[in-house]
């Protein structure tokens, strides 16, 4: 079963707009990681954010997590033409030791 | 280079054979996994291993088995059993267990593409 569920499944924007994407998950949590993919490729790591944080930054990149409502969001500001992709929120639910990939948000920027 | 490497790219499989994808990785991870993606869909974890010579069961794990006998390679074999074989198969690494409850990032591969002809 999927731990977790990004919204919106897809995103089209133009370059210079801000993206925004939301993970909700179902059980508590020892930390969330968000995740990018290419077509086609493996994933690459992005931002992990634990579960006693609230806000985590990285560059063009903001995460929040609320772990009283069990979501979470990425924010790409300022987005390009290279940020199209998809995007996957990953969960280590508590107590044990699995890596679980939420269903995934495609992202399009348009230049 | 430190990298995980999964092979072969591209692979074929008649209906009723076996087959086995590979997943080595030079990073000194603990921690090693497989998922399995159909096209436009997430990740789903089929196996997963925190140390040699031991393995769980994921979500999807009937079809599939897997060996940990050396810390760097976790081979996945896709038996006849497995009724619909044909999607991207994706391995990954990390420290794992003994770096702080999990708090580290997962490396992954380039994916296997296995179609079932």
């Known amino acids: 079963s999927q731990q977790g569920e990004e919204d919106p499944q897809a995103l089209s924007i133009q370059e210079g707009e801000n993206a925004t994407m939301n993970c909700s998950y179902k059980?508590?949590?020892?930390?969330l990681q968000w995740y990018r993919q290419n077509s086609g490729r493996g994933l690459v790591h992005l931002i992990l954010i634990r579960s006693n944080e609230r806000e985590k930054h990285s560059g063009r990149l903001r995460v929040t997590l609320d772990t009283s409502k069990k979501s979470s969001s990425l924010l790409i500001t300022a987005s390009r033409a290279a940020d199209t992709a998809s995007y996957f929120c990953a969960t280590v639910p508590y107590n044990t030791d699995k890596l679980i990939f939420g269903t995934g948000t495609r992202l399009q920027v348009f230049p | 280079d430190g990298g995980i490497t999964q092979s072969p790219k591209y692979l074929f499989r008649k209906e009723g054979q076996n087959v086995t994808l590979s997943c080595e990785q030079n990073l000194n991870h603990d921690a090693m996994y497989w998922y399995r993606q159909d096209p436009g869909q997430g990740l789903r974890l089929i196996y997963y291993?925190?140390?040699?010579?031991?393995?769980q069961k994921g979500d999807i794990a009937e079809g599939y088995s897997v060996s940990r006998e050396k810390k760097e390679s976790f081979p996945l074999t896709v038996t006849s059993a497995q009724k619909n074989p044909t999607a991207f198969y994706l391995c990954?690494?990390?420290?794992?267990?003994?770096?702080?409850?999990?708090?580290?990032?997962?490396?992954f591969g380039q994916g296997t593409r296995l179609t079932v002809v």
């Open positions: 059980t508590s949590i020892n930390n």
């Open positions: 990954a690494s990390s420290k794992g267990r003994e770096s702080a409850f999990m708090n580290t990032e997962a490396f």
């Open positions: 291993s925190q140390i040699v010579n031991d393995f």
